[in-house]
């Protein structure tokens, strides 16, 4: 995917974050994803591993931040939908899966298609309205049958949630793990018979863009590396104040630079 700015296509995308904070991680990581030719650009997944089918367009949109730090987005191309197929043979069987659909482009098929120990979802896509050309708007929960019930853990936004009438509540209900993030506010994990609220690091804010995708990233490695949810969502939040201190993935940190913070605590 590509976020597009004044200053031309840059890398974008909740796949493309992940993978670049797994790597980052020292972990293996890799990218199925359809796009025009010619993209990614060289060199802008290092350590990433990718599998590319090539389509007459990449998803592309444009991003503008207001005074608030809200994001108004504009679609401007769309890619056709992955399919299963798409997946290397060698790639279908991992330790962790993340599912990242920006347009509704990832469904159940596509898990069914890798055993992995741990699925992690974000699925902002599937709750959007998306037409070419125009802003994109938050919609009701209208992805397809069994895509919630192929994840381990969920994580979105306070503002994906916006189109939801039901709330974070009901979808809640359908997992057995909801991390909801809110900015600089910090998430809440909602697990059977348990709440937990982690408040944000605090951070010079300087680009957004990609910061929660990296918290997820970083939730899904942590989870699957030591099981224990309230050290994971504090390494998450940890990384994403970590991320949103540079420019989109140059803030994308390693391993160290996380542990790093986490020592020097200031949530």
Not at 131 to 140: D, K
Request: charged fraction near 20%.
């Amino acid at each position: 995917m590509a976020d597009v700015g004044p200053g031309g296509p840059t890398l974008g995308g909740s796949a493309s974050f992940a993978a670049l904070a797994a790597a980052r991680l020292g972990l293996r990581a890799a990218v199925v994803t359809c796009a025009a030719e010619g993209f990614p650009p060289d060199g802008a997944l290092a350590g990433v591993g990718l599998h590319v089918r090539e389509t007459p367009a990449t998803t592309s949109f444009e991003n503008r931040y207001d005074a608030d730090g809200r994001r108004v987005q504009r679609l401007l191309a769309l890619a056709p939908d992955l399919a299963a197929a798409d997946v290397p043979p060698a790639w279908r069987r991992v330790g962790v899966l993340h599912l990242a659909p920006v347009c509704r482009e990832v469904g159940p098929e596509v898990a069914r298609a890798v055993r992995a120990d741990l699925v992690g979802l974000t699925p902002q896509g599937w709750l959007r309205r998306l037409e070419v050309g125009a802003a994109v708007r938050q919609s009701p929960w209208e992805a397809p049958e069994g895509l919630l019930e192929a994840a381990d853990v969920v994580v979105l936004s306070r503002e994906d949630l916006g189109g939801e009438p039901r709330g974070a509540a009901w979808l809640a209900a359908q997992v057995d793990l909801l991390v909801v993030t809110d900015g600089p506010r910090g998430a809440t994990a909602f697990t059977i018979g348990r709440t937990l609220a982690q408040p944000a690091f605090s951070a010079r804010a300087l680009d957004p863009t990609g910061a929660g995708d990296v918290f997820a990233a970083m939730l899904f490695v942590r989870l699957w590396e030591r099981g224990e949810l309230g050290d994971a969502l504090r390494f998450a939040a940890a990384a994403a104040a970590l991320a949103v201190e540079a420019p989109a993935a140059e803030g994308v940190p390693t391993r160290a630079a996380v542990e790093a913070r986490l020592a020097g605590g200031s949530e």
